[in-house]
T-cell receptor, first 112, second 112 residues
Framework: DAGVTQSPTHLIKTRGQHVTLRCSPI?????VSWYQQVLGQGPQFIFQ???????GRGNFPDRFSARQFPNYSSELNVNALLLGDSALYLC???????????FGPGTRLTVL | AQSVTQLGSHVSVSEGALVLLRCNYS??????LFWYVQYPNQGLQLLLK??????LVKGINGFEAEFKKSETSFHLTKPSAHMSDAAEYFC??????????FGAGTRLFVKA
């Protein structure tokens, strides 16, 4: 069975641009969480979605938004990119919000 | 609020030696505790987790951790290090909600 997949693998953007990252959960998983991992730090929680509704949000500015589609895949959008947004963005899926999370390989975003 | 402190950003051991990675947490409610491993350019893989019950938890690849409430600790151990154990290890806590809080990580080096 396929694990969590994320696209693209790598992305280079310039300041002020917008970016969309995509995540496909494991088949049957209805919950998707997004994390930001800055180099040298642990992942920080951004959002959790379950059954297409936002169930949790971390301490990130409104430039960050996300949504979950009927097939349970998810997109993370970041507007007005800053240099500090450069990070590995991880997606994790689980059957439901309190179940074990399975992580994807991440999308490496570089903002120049 | 919950928090996680991993003592030592880098730990170096010889192959065959004991691995001890330290983690202390802060939580106002009974926590769920996790250890994840991250290999270069990959996502996070769950090593083990503590939810309730037995305080000594066994995980994959010979790792185990002991939940000590009185010390608010959840240290990760492995009796004999292998070269393939070289990676970044993250301790995480989840308490009373969906949000998982990660420590800053400990990079394990294994010397031949």
């Amino acid at each position: 069975d396929a694990g969590v997949t994320q696209s693209p693998t790598h992305l280079i953007k310039t300041r002020g641009q917008h970016v969309t990252l995509r995540c496909s959960p494991i088949s049957g998983h209805k919950s998707v969480s997004w994390y930001q991992q800055v180099l040298g730090q642990g992942p920080q929680f951004i959002f959790q979605y379950y059954e297409k509704e936002e169930r949790g949000r971390g301490n990130f500015p409104d430039r960050f938004s996300a949504r979950q589609f009927p097939n349970y895949s998810s997109e993370l959008n970041v507007n007005a990119l800053l240099l500090g947004d450069s990070a590995l963005y991880l997606c994790a899926s689980s059957l439901a919000p309190y179940n074990e999370q399975f992580f994807g390989p991440g999308t490496r975003l570089t903002v120049l | 609020a919950q928090s996680v402190t991993q003592l030592g950003s880098h730990v170096s051991v010889s192959e065959g030696a004991l691995v001890l990675l330290r983690c202390n947490y802060s939580s106002s409610v009974p926590p769920y505790l996790f250890w994840y491993v991250q290999y270069p350019n990959q996502g996070l893989q769950l090593l083990l987790k503590y939810t309730t019950g037995a305080t000594l938890v066994k995980g994959i690849n010979g790792f185990e951790a002991e939940f000590k409430k009185s010390e608010t600790s959840f240290h990760l151990t492995k009796p004999s290090a292998h070269m393939s154990d070289a990676a970044e290890y993250f301790c995480a806590v989840r308490a009373g909600g969906f949000k998982t809080i990660f420590g800053a990580g400990t990079r394990l080096f294994v010397k031949a």
